[in-house]
């Protein structure tokens, strides 16, 4: 079946550093969803990617949707605290006539301040 | 506040017991969405709903089932369970599909 793979499963970052997760679908997407949970949360949509090569920036995180539309990434520019969470990518994948979002297992980050 | 309600937001139960999990998605919005969470297996897709009707379904047990009701609400229903059953619960709503997804604060279900 389709599948949506996330690397790192985890990353501890002292805070100021950059932070890079990165995610694989193993078929081309129409889009791509990223969705942050903070601890004891639930997962909130960040932002959508449709375009091949689309790169969207939210204040110190920047998305990129690949070329082939098969991969994407989130960059965090010097973490802070706030940013602590388990980070989500998600794809409409297709069965039959319908669509599921298929999220990845997620890249929880840590930052020590 | 995602817009989505869920109720209740913990339950404790006994294993062989069935229990029942409700979400109100957001006003407007069509489509429902359950999702099991547990820690080491991410956000798992159980099933979903599109103005009543079902549209997809994932990896969902035959001991669950689900509808959504003719005002949008949906319920899950968990029988006999099994302490596997113990996990995060949530609901998530979208105007259509495959929209952006809301998501309801959770139901956390113990099974002991």
């Known amino acids: 079946g389709q599948q949506v793979m996330q690397i790192p499963q985890y990353q501890h970052v002292q805070e100021g550093e950059d932070f890079t997760t990165y995610c694989n679908s193993s078929?081309?997407?129409?889009?791509i969803q990223w969705y942050k949970q903070r601890p004891g949360g639930h997962p909130v949509f960040l932002i959508q990617?449709?375009?091949?090569?689309e790169v969207k920036k939210q204040k110190r995180l920047t998305f990129q949707f690949g070329e082939a539309k098969k991969n994407s990434s989130l960059h965090i520019t010097a973490t802070q605290t706030t940013d602590v969470g388990t980070y989500f990518c998600?794809?409409?994948?297709?069965?039959?006539?319908?669509?599921?979002?298929?999220f990845g297992k997620g890249t929880l980050l840590t930052v020590n301040p | 506040d995602s817009g989505v309600t869920q109720t209740p937001k913990h339950l404790i139960t006994a294993t062989g017991q069935r229990v029942t999990l409700r979400c109100s998605p957001r006003s407007g919005d069509l489509s429902v969405y359950w999702y099991q969470q547990s820690l080491d297996q991410g956000l798992q897709f159980l099933i979903q709903y599109y103005n009543g009707e079902e549209r997809a379904k994932g990896n969902i047990l035959e001991r669950f089932s689900a509808q959504q009701f003719p005002d949008l609400h949906s319920e899950l229903n968990l029988s006999s369970l099994e302490l596997g059953d113990s996990a995060l619960y949530f609901c998530?709503?979208?105007?259509?599909?495959?929209?952006?997804?809301?998501f309801g604060p959770g139901t956390r279900l113990t099974v002991l």
């Open positions: 990617l449709v375009k091949s090569g």
């Open positions: 078929t081309t997407l129409s889009n």
């Open positions: 998530a709503s979208s105007v259509n599909v495959p929209d952006t997804q809301y």
């Open positions: 998600a794809g409409p994948h297709r069965g039959g006539s319908n669509y599921k979002l298929t």
